[in-house]
């Protein structure tokens, strides 16, 4: 007669120790590379005069149902402007189609270039177009008003030419991609600096953090910071870089309340 099969303490911790990093693996390149997060975060004091989106890093490969995921989720937000920071794509072969999902948003885009968008070698002009069609901006180093008067955004290129002057009598949105060039700005304070750049590291560890960053991130690697310049936010970003590889540190979209 065969005994039924008895799980001791060592043979538990023998299963764990090849379940978990299994299931970690598993997690990293399968779930957590396509499973958005909607983070909001309400910045105003009193009722809000402003509801926007913020997402970054599209890194956009041809992927085509995320990107549309992406749109759709932010249709269904109902924001009053959309903000980017830069990084469409890593190769020009992929701009037509990231700006042809880009066109269905249904509130105005405003952004930025990130370095991938330099070195991909693509049309800015074309890129201007398409953000224009939503009502919104492509901000090359260039500031402007939202149509209430009561907002002005600014946009800075990745050539660290030009630094934004804050307007007086309106709340002033501060659009980069670096997030660590918020240092640059003493003196100067933004009701808000959006950036992206460090993708929150793609794989952070527990008690670690983030395993790899970039440069042109320093300390803000992910998250709400206060910062000389006022509140910096870095969001984590949709795409990849390098590896498809994302541990807990989902694909971010966030909503602003200001």
Not at 229 to 251: D, H, K, Q, S, T
Request: charged content about 20%; proline content about 6%.
């Amino acid at each position: 007669m065969k005994l039924p099969f008895k799980m001791t303490r060592r043979r538990w911790l023998q299963s764990a120790g090849v379940a978990m990093p299994t299931a970690v693996l598993g997690d990293a390149l399968a779930l957590e590379p396509n499973w958005l997060q909607v983070r909001t975060i309400r910045l105003a004091q009193s009722q809000p005069t402003h509801r926007l989106v913020h997402f970054t890093d599209l890194h956009h490969k041809g992927d085509r149902a995320l990107l549309e995921a992406v749109v759709r989720r932010i249709n269904e937000l109902k924001p009053d402007l959309v903000c980017f920071t830069g990084d469409l794509i890593e190769e020009n072969a992929h701009v037509k189609e990231a700006l042809d999902c880009l066109r269905e948003l249904r509130a105005p885009l405003y952004g930025v270039p990130g370095n991938h968008d330099y070195w991909a070698h693509v049309d800015f002009d074309e890129i201007g177009k398409a953000f224009a069609d939503t009502g919104g901006a492509w901000l090359m180093d260039r500031s402007l008003r939202t149509r209430d008067g009561r907002l002005t955004i600014h946009g800075l290129t990745c050539t660290g030419a030009q630094l934004a002057e804050p307007v007086k009598g309106t709340r002033n949105l501060l659009l980069v991609h670096y997030p660590a060039w918020v240092k640059r700005f003493s003196g100067r304070r933004f009701d808000l600096t959006l950036a992206g750049h460090s993708h929150g590291g793609q794989v952070r560890l527990p008690f670690y953090g983030p395993l790899v960053l970039p440069w042109g991130v320093d300390g803000y690697d992910w998250g709400l910071f206060q910062t000389p310049a006022g509140p910096l936010y870095v969001n984590a970003g949709i795409g990849w870089f390098f590896l498809n590889v994302r541990f807990r540190c989902r694909p971010e979209i966030t909503v602003f309340e200001l």
